[in-house]
């Protein structure tokens, strides 16, 4: 009787070994496959921007905030270009553009692009002052727009700009651009 009930013991012992094994013979392997996958995969690192106010988006529309930082980038990338970086210059501002307006932005664009290429006119823009309307989705900016010629500046004007966005989502796109007349002008 003894010697049953040893065995029986010694058999339960053993199948206890076994599961025991097997269970960490899987892990082993579940940590192959993990450590292998964490090695191999791309990684990504979201980057928020550092600003000095809080950023929301929301479906209510932009704020004011976030429409005048967009604008911001939109009009230095826009009014500051060179000949040698025209193409790169129309395909980035393409791409901010609103879908529904993309062709007739372009055409724009193809004009501004034909007309400096291969000259030596470049033009930057200084922002002194931001207005945006976050309900109408428009801004307008004003500041310097100077002309170059090679280093040479050859004109240095005060201009404003307006800029029309539209909203889908919580995506804006560019819907136009226009150079307002100054005031000082029209009388």
């Known amino acids: 009787m003894r010697a049953e009930f040893a065995y029986e013991e010694a ?25 292998g996958a964490a090695a191999t995969r791309d990684r990504e690192v979201v980057l928020v921007p550092v600003t000095s106010e ?20 939109t009009a ?3 009014l500051n270009r060179s000949p040698q970086g025209l193409d790169y210059w129309m395909a980035e501002i393409l791409k901010l553009a609103d879908p529904a307006a ?14 400096q290429r291969g000259s030596d006119i470049s033009q930057a823009f200084v922002i002194r002052k931001m207005e945006v309307d976050p309900a109408a989705l428009t801004s307008t900016v004003t500041g ?18 307006r800029f029309r966005w539209s909203r889908h989502g919580l995506a804006l796109g560019l819907v136009g651009f226009e150079q307002l007349q100054d005031q000082s002008q029209k009388d």
């Open 76 to 78: 230095l990338m826009l």
């Open 11 to 35: 058999q339960k012992y053993l199948r206890q070994r076994n599961w025991l094994a097997l269970v960490a013979g899987g892990l082993a392997v579940t940590t192959l496959f993990g450590v």
């Open 144 to 161: 310097t727009l100077k002309t170059f010629v090679g280093a040479q500046v050859i004109a240095s004007n005060d201009r404003s700009f």
């Open 102 to 115: 993309q062709g007739r932005l372009k055409a724009e664009l193809v004009k501004i692009v034909d007309e």
């Open 54 to 73: 809080r950023l929301s988006l929301s479906s209510a529309g932009p704020d004011a905030h976030y429409l005048e930082l967009v604008t911001r980038d």
